[in-house]
């Protein structure tokens, strides 16, 4: 069982910075790649970002690609996201998942099994 809980969400102005975080507990987090996922308004929840248990592979989707970083540490059991240069497009609440996948396989949702409860990003333009 591991239990996520996102934080660092607020409210930017466009072409500002946000870091968003994602403290872990429970058994066997580095065992696990980390997501960040999101979901707008009247909108469907989309892959942001991955990475692997090590930290040395990642993935993000082409929307943010170049803006976004995806980190992790493991001694602290967070992962991160930071997030540049932000459109108001980025407007939505940020998850971060745990789960079991490889390559592009991690950017699907069913591929993660637990879920932070979210945290609000508001990019004003």
């Known amino acids: 069982q591991v239990q996520l809980v996102e934080s660092g969400g607020g409210l930017v102005q466009a072409g500002g910075s946000l870091r968003l975080s994602c403290a872990a507990s429970?058994?066997?987090?580095?065992?696990?790649?980390m997501g960040w996922f999101r979901q707008a308004p009247g909108k469907e929840r989309e892959f942001v970002a991955a990475?692997?248990?090590?930290?040395?592979?990642?993935l993000y989707a082409d929307s943010v690609k170049g803006r976004f970083t995806v980190s992790r540490d493991g001694a602290k059991n967070t992962v991160y996201l930071q997030m540049n240069s932000l459109k108001p497009e980025d407007t939505a609440v940020y998850y971060c998942?745990?789960?079991?996948?490889?390559?592009?396989?991690?950017?699907?949702?069913?591929?993660?099994?637990?879920w932070g409860p979210g945290t609000q990003v508001t990019v004003s333009s």
């Open positions: 429970g058994r066997s987090f580095s065992a696990y790649v």
């Open positions: 998942a745990a789960g079991f996948c490889s390559g592009t396989g991690c950017n699907g949702p069913d591929n993660y099994h637990y």
């Open positions: 990475i692997s248990w090590s930290g040395i592979s990642s």
